[in-house]
């Protein structure tokens, strides 16, 4: 395997303003993503996870350290071949699936029949091809994230970047959707960088979980999950699921209990 | 929906038929207004003689220029100021007090500067449509979900793509509540100033046969007027409808 991004101390503080003090949110992060790979990110709420997926994205820059992404630097802009799935619904409401998908294609010089079957083939892999022509308001939210999943495949990146996408979902379709997930995965070959609150989730779709410290978020611990790549939801029954997800949670606990500001209890057993 | 246009449909004829019956019976006397049947009858006399053509295409043809205007320097002059924070928190104030200040006083100003002709009726009516046109640019834009703005940036779209494709078309449904404003101003703009500062037009020959005691020709003008205003509004607001249905609003 070879290092397709590399963060590098990495850190973020949120400069004062006249009604706030400045505010370190983030850092400092060493962390290096293995190009094909799959790797959650878990953490407290407010610890950083979005700022750092936004760093990775170039949507916001880092205040120290660097991130390469395939040996380059990122400064500030989204580089070429990264595509980020937001948590909240980023459809546009007045164009049809088929235009939403195909959104990013236009500027794109790919001729008109590879355009359209490259848009095809992502609303065959979302198992969307029967609402090619609905919109956005007519459809589910499943569906419309399904439709911003579909709209990030079709630009074929190489890193796809998924900030809580399944977090406003009812628990059955995240793990539906999840399954759709690790098919894409596996379809397309790209490294997939997940940030979500749910560690069953972060368990059963990732190869490795890095677990965020409360604020300054920090990476505190990375745990392999060493799943087959060929899996599904159905991973939930295996006896290792329950141990790794109690690992996650013993690591979180603390650092969710310094979030809300309460005194992290010491062990029954020390007691 | 049906039942609902069947009882606008019921309020607009019972209105008609009693302006019908009060003018029939002299409680409106002649001089003052036509029964409707005979305002009716005079339009269709008016319009199947084309003797007022001319002032027909004068005023829409003026009115579509004020409108474009207004509709293309609101909408650019929008996107320019939400992007530029501190010239629109200094503008803002302006904008919220500009509909107290009648255009119209402007119009010997107007017509020292440019004259009798056309333009001064298009400024002013340009005035009146463009802050409308702005304003309601501006409160689209400011609704346009944040993330939509991450999807231009991680698409890199350019600043122009980005207005073009993205936070335009998202601040659709207010751009077009501008538009319908502007429309309704820039009629009143157009008429207004055809009564004050024009040779022509039908605002002109509105005031022309009022001046004249000509009832025969002014109001069959002025149910002119009222029919285009509504012809276009019934068409924005099915294209308002369209718009929200396709969003999931109303």
């Known amino acids: 395997m070879t290092t397709q991004v590399a963060l590098s101390n990495v850190g973020k503080t949120f400069p004062a303003s006249p009604t706030t003090a400045a505010l370190h949110a983030l850092g400092p992060i060493d962390l290096e993503l293995q190009r094909g790979e799959f790797f959650a990110v878990v953490g407290p709420s407010g610890c950083g996870k979005s700022t750092l997926l936004e760093i990775i994205a170039g949507l916001t820059p880092a205040t120290q350290g660097s991130v390469e992404f395939e040996g380059r630097r990122i400064a500030g802009e989204a580089p070429d071949s990264i595509g980020v799935v937001f948590q909240e619904d980023a459809s546009l409401p007045w164009l049809d699936v088929t235009e939403n998908v195909a959104f990013g294609l236009r500027r794109s010089k790919l001729a008109k029949d590879e355009r359209d079957a490259r848009v095809r083939d992502a609303l065959r892999l979302v198992g969307l091809s029967d609402f090619a022509t609905s919109y956005p308001a007519q459809l589910s939210g499943g569906m419309r994230q399904r439709v911003c999943i579909a709209r990030t495949l079709v630009m074929q990146p190489r890193l796809i970047l998924l900030d809580e996408p399944f977090g406003a979902l009812d628990q059955q379709t995240r793990l539906l959707m999840g399954d759709e997930l690790l098919l894409m995965w596996r379809a397309t070959g790209a490294t997939v960088f997940l940030i979500t609150h749910a560690l069953d989730e972060a368990t059963m779709l990732a190869d490795r979980i890095g677990v965020m410290s409360a604020r300054p978020g920090r990476l505190i611990d990375v745990v392999e999950t060493n799943w087959p790549r060929e899996r599904d939801s159905r991973i939930v029954e295996r006896s290792e699921f329950g141990a790794i997800t109690a690992r996650l949670w013993k690591t979180l606990r603390e650092e969710s209990l310094k979030t809300i500001g309460r005194a992290v209890p010491k062990p029954a057993a020390d007691a | ?194 009564f004050i500062l024009s040779r022509g037009g039908i605002g002109y020959e509105i005031n022309f046969a009022y001046n004249n005691f000509d009832n025969a020709t002014m109001y069959p003008l002025i149910v002119l007027i009222l029919l285009a205003s509504i012809a276009i509004n019934t068409v924005l607001t099915r294209w308002e409808k369209t718009l929200l249905a396709r969003r999931g609003a109303r």
């Open chain 2, 1 to 194: 929906m049906k039942r609902l246009f069947l009882y606008r449909l019921a309020v607009v004829a019972g209105a008609i038929a009693l302006l019908e019956i009060f003018c029939l019976t002299g409680v409106i006397d002649k001089i003052t207004m036509q029964p409707p049947h005979l305002i009716a009858r005079d339009l269709y006399r008016l319009l199947a003689s084309g003797r007022m053509n001319g002032a027909i295409w004068k005023t829409s043809t003026n009115t579509l220029l004020a409108l474009v205007l207004a509709l293309g320097v609101g909408v650019v002059a929008a996107a320019l100021l939400h992007r530029l924070r501190a010239l629109r928190d200094t503008l803002d104030p302006l904008f919220a007090t500009y509909y107290a200040v009648p255009v119209f006083a402007f119009y010997p100003f107007f017509i020292v500067v440019f004259g009798l002709g056309d333009l001064p009726q298009i400024l002013i009516a340009f005035m009146l449509g463009v802050v409308a046109m702005i304003v309601n640019t501006l409160n689209g834009l400011d609704r346009v979900p944040p993330v939509l703005l991450k999807t231009g940036r991680i698409m890199r779209l350019t600043p122009i793509d980005t207005a073009l494709r993205l936070t335009l078309p998202a601040a659709g449904p207010y751009i077009l509540t501008g538009v319908k404003l502007a429309v309704a101003y820039a009629f009143i703009g157009i008429i207004g100033s055809e």
